[in-house]
T-cell receptor, first 115, second 114 residues
Framework: AQTVTQSQPEMSVQEAETVTLSCTYD???????LFWYKQPPSRQMILVIR??????QNATENRFSVNFQKAAKSFSLKISDSQLGDTAMYFC????????????FGAGTRLTVKP | GAGVSQSPSNKVTEKGKDVELRCDPI?????LYWYRQSLGQGLEFLIY????????KSGLPSDRFSAERTGGSVSTLTIQRTQQEDSAVYLC????????????FGPGTRLTVT
């Protein structure tokens, strides 16, 4: 079974600074997707970034980038130039490619951006 | 266009009562997913619908939980004889067929069982 671990329950960062959120996962699969979702107080899950395991290049979306280490089964999220609107819960998630469609989530990291 | 909508936004019910939670997926999305988010936890997969195929119910925690999807669009998650441990946020997501990696989530229903 696939498991996703987020070891940082809470993090804080000063506005305009950079913060890195950690995620590790356990799987025997070779082809899969990894995700970072943001959940603000509105509860709606918003996709921040997606990585396909067969792609060696780390995904980037504006201020958000990942450090994907397949051998180490690590998938960290770096937020650059943090903004107050980045304050939210962040969830790391895993999904096998093809087959089952259920997504496995970590327990989340609560990020607070301080002015 | 309109996103995934869920109703009600919040629901408070007494232990032992039945509840129905509704999800309206994005138009054109044939796949629909239900998740449960307990307090301080990540999301837990419950059930998956794809078109007219038999749903994947592998994540339902007990036989008190059931879901249906009428006409390939709106879905209802029903919890019978609610228990306090059912208190959680129930989230729905939808996607195009074969694009489970691109799910769009609704705002969820917060269920409180007293």
């Amino acid at each position: 079974a696939q498991t996703v671990t987020q070891s940082q329950p809470e993090m804080s960062v000063q506005e305009a600074e950079t913060v890195t959120l950690s995620c590790t996962y356990d799987t025997s699969e070779n082809n899969y997707y990894l995700f970072w979702y943001k959940q603000p107080p509105s509860r709606q899950m918003i996709l921040v970034i997606r990585q396909e395991a067969y792609k060696q290049q780390n995904a980037t979306e504006n201020r958000f980038s990942v450090n994907f280490q397949k051998a180490a089964k690590s998938f960290s999220l770096k937020i650059s130039d943090s903004q107050l609107g980045d304050t939210a819960m962040y969830f790391c998630a895993f999904m096998k490619h093809g087959g089952s469609n259920d997504m496995r989530f970590g327990a989340g990291t609560r990020l607070t951006v301080k002015p | 266009g309109a996103g995934v909508s869920q109703s009600p936004s919040n629901k408070v019910t007494e232990k032992g009562k039945d509840v129905e939670l509704r999800c309206d997926p994005i138009s054109g999305h044939t796949a629909l997913y239900w998740y449960r988010q307990s307090l301080g936890q990540g999301l837990e997969f419950l059930i998956y619908f794809q078109g007219n195929s038999a749903p994947d119910k592998s994540g339902l925690p007990s036989d008190r939980f059931s879901a249906e999807r009428t006409g390939g669009s709106v879905s209802t998650l029903t919890i019978q004889r609610t228990q306090q441990e059912d208190s959680a946020v129930y989230l729905c997501a939808s996607s195009f067929r074969g694009r489970a990696y691109e799910q769009y989530f609704g705002p969820g229903t917060r269920l409180t069982v007293t």
